[in-house]
């Protein structure tokens, strides 16, 4: 073996005494598997590692046992607006799985009601303000402030501003706190007002482009529907066992923490657990504090940006309630909350109505999101008083007379990359001033979401596949 592992970890189909691997991939989440089987269906000659510094594959994709069923705490499904995850389903035989959501459209939480969100929302942007007004969520006055934008003449944004600034500007505060922060800013557990509008949003500026606004600009390049929504019945997880078992062939240390990368004449030796490894190619696939932590000696300069790219800490709880102890049952999928609520809750997911495997559950399970930039409350709460609060919350909200029969949370401490203002151009930077052999991927440079993740770990594959293989050797 090449690589001494550390206690606790496995290889699985090292080719025999490899001195130096083709490839090294740094991680275990969704991107790093991605572009490791991209690699190695590319040419399954190729000599790669992957080095994980937990005990499992898969980063934030995890599912958990809770009262009799699988449920996902870290990402629910993917949207398929590529091919790309649904084609890893296929091909890791789990097509028969997939399944698209049966509950009611979603809701948002805002004067302590929950309130349908209206048709005619296009990426975020309301396009029939008089619609929104008559759910509740626009004020008659709010309305009109948002009418404006179809008279003001627009172009793409010369900056990258944030979202909340260019919205407000377009269309009143009122439709970006009721609206657009419960909506976009939900998905990042952002502030919309402290988050890149060209990283999180590029729809916006692809509408203020046309010169039409906001509105009429989603209107004309609405593509008429994102593809869907869809999970696995037996839980994400399963992907990720299925793509760990087809990398036969692949070097795979498990419990190997990464603390050391130093380039060593023309390769990369990367010290990990309680061995080391080299390699002619790197790809990082860490999140960008630890990256920047690895990189501090061999790439200080890019190790500076890194240090710039904050991340929120996130939990999820779990809740599981008796059916009779709902007022009246929900038929939604579930709910986000605006950040003028000041709940601990941000987002909940009935998830015993959105998905058909999970209807016939005894308990009605409830999923729900805590933290929020700038809002840490509830990760200093002890998990009981962490319960106590999320149940609280929601019971209010949502009609529900009885205490949880079970519960249980789960934190992820980085659990959230916020992507600022300047985000790409940063990243950019940091990418550029990397030494020959080094590469960035993952959620943490180009997106978050499991369908950007596994297209940005093919792309990145192509690029690579020309610098290794037999050709570099």
């Not at 690589?3 to 970890?9: D, E, F, H, I, R």
């Not at 499992?56 to 499904?77: A, H, M, N, Q, S």
């Not at 010369?158 to 600034?165: L, N, T, W």
């Not at 016939?360 to 399970?365: E, G, M, N, T, W």
Request: contains cysteine.
């Amino acid at each position: 073996m090449g690589y001494p592992l550390a206690a606790g970890s496995e290889a699985t189909g090292v080719a025999a005494d490899p001195s130096v691997f083709d490839v090294l991939v740094i991680g275990g989440g969704i991107s790093a598997l991605a572009l490791t089987k991209s690699l190695h269906e590319s040419d399954p000659a190729l000599r790669i590692m992957l080095v994980e510094r937990t005990d499992r594959l898969g980063g934030k994709i995890r599912t958990e046992d809770f009262c009799g069923k699988r449920v996902d705490v870290g990402p629910e499904g993917f949207v398929a607006r590529t091919d790309g995850v649904a084609a890893l389903c296929r091909s890791a035989g789990l097509e028969e799985q997939l399944v698209a959501p049966v509950g009611a459209a979603p809701m948002i939480c805002l004067g302590g009601k929950l309130r349908p969100i209206p048709p005619g929302i296009i990426g975020g942007v309301v396009t029939r303000p008089w619609v929104a007004a008559r759910s509740g969520l626009l004020s008659w006055r709010g309305m009109v402030r948002a009418a404006w934008d179809l008279v003001l003449p627009s172009r793409q944004p010369d900056d990258d501003v944030s979202i909340g600034d260019l919205v407000t500007e377009r269309m009143g505060r009122e439709v970006t706190d009721s609206i657009v922060s419960p909506l976009i800013g939900g998905i990042y557990a952002g502030d919309v007002y402290r988050m890149s509008a060209a990283a999180c949003a590029p729809q916006l500026g692809k509408a203020m482009a046309s010169g039409k606004g906001l509105v009429r600009g989603s209107v004309v390049g609405a593509t008429g529907g994102t593809g869907g929504f869809f999970t696995l019945s037996s839980g994400m997880a399963t992907l990720v066992e299925r793509l760990g078992q087809q990398l036969e062939g692949v070097g795979i240390s498990l419990g190997s923490p990464a603390h050391s990368l130093r380039k060593t004449g023309s390769t990369w030796t990367l010290g990990a657990g309680t061995g080391s490894v080299e390699a002619r190619s790197v790809v990082i696939c860490t999140p960008p504090a630890q990256t920047a932590v690895l990189l501090a000696e061999s790439a200080p300069a890019t190790a500076d940006c890194l240090r710039q790219i904050d991340s929120v800490p996130v939990a999820i709880v779990l809740l599981a309630y008796e059916r009779a102890g709902f007022e009246r049952l929900p038929v939604s999928s579930g709910f986000v909350v605006a950040p003028s609520e000041k709940t601990l809750l941000t987002a909940c997911t009935f998830v015993s109505a959105k998905w058909p495997h999970m209807t016939d559950s005894a308990p009605f399970i409830v999923r729900c999101s805590v933290g929020r930039d700038q809002d840490r409350r509830g990760m200093e709460l002890g998990d009981p008083e962490l319960v106590a609060a999320v149940d609280l919350e929601l019971r209010k909200v949502a009609g529900i007379t009885t205490p949880p029969m079970q519960s249980r949370v789960i934190r992820w401490d980085s659990g959230m990359i916020q992507f600022r203002p300047g985000h790409r151009q940063l990243v950019a930077r940091a990418r550029a001033l990397l030494p020959s052999g080094l590469s960035l991927l993952g959620e943490g440079y180009d997106g978050v979401g499991l369908a950007s993740c596994v297209d940005k770990a093919h792309s990145a594959a192509r690029e690579l596949l020309p610098y290794t293989g037999a050709a570099s050797r």
